[in-house]
């Protein structure tokens, strides 16, 4: 599971910078504007990617040190 949310954040950066991109190149203020929600929405989900995986490497550890026990 990990690997794919690691993907997935990656490909949520690589939108964002898209998006970026197109919102300075646009020609008119409303397009820019939608196109840097579209990042901001973008980062908002790697984000939330990026909680998702480390709540799960902790939950994980956590498993890990109570079958020690």
């Not at 690589?14 to 196109?35: L, P, Q, V």
Request: net charge positive.
């Amino acid at each position: 599971m990990l690997p794919k949310l690691t993907c997935e954040i990656a490909e949520c950066c690589w939108h964002a910078t898209d998006a970026r991109e197109f919102a300075k190149t646009a020609s008119n203020r409303a397009s820019k504007h939608g196109f840097l929600d579209m990042e901001r929405r973008w980062l908002s989900l790697a984000h939330s990617d990026e909680f998702v995986e480390q709540l799960s490497n902790v939950t994980d550890e956590v498993k890990r040190l109570l079958r020690k026990k």
